[in-house]
């Protein structure tokens, strides 16, 4: 039988695990989304088609970065398994008090 402990500790890790593909998966995409960024902000146009794209490649790099430390941080955190992980993937039972509800 395995124990408590054992099997938050294998879920937390397998979250880890496909937490960090995510992210390493993500990374394959910011060489691409760099260059729409630059092609656009180095053009010397002022169109509003332009800017558009500008814009729309900025913010999609932006989301970028941030899906990629989010992701990086939570495999992070959920591969060191503290009491915050085992509480949230295994809660623990609430204690009967005795006193009437």
Known sequence: ???RKDAVLLASRTLAVLLTV???ADVSYVPERLHS???YFNNESSSAA???MRHYYLIG???LVVRIVGFALMALWLHQCGPEVEELLLPSEPELTGAPH
């Open 50 to 52: 332009t800017e558009y």
């Open 61 to 63: 790099l932006g989301f």
């Open 1 to 3: 039988m395995i124990s």
């Open 22 to 24: 995510s992210a390493l």
């Open 37 to 39: 960024f630059l092609h």
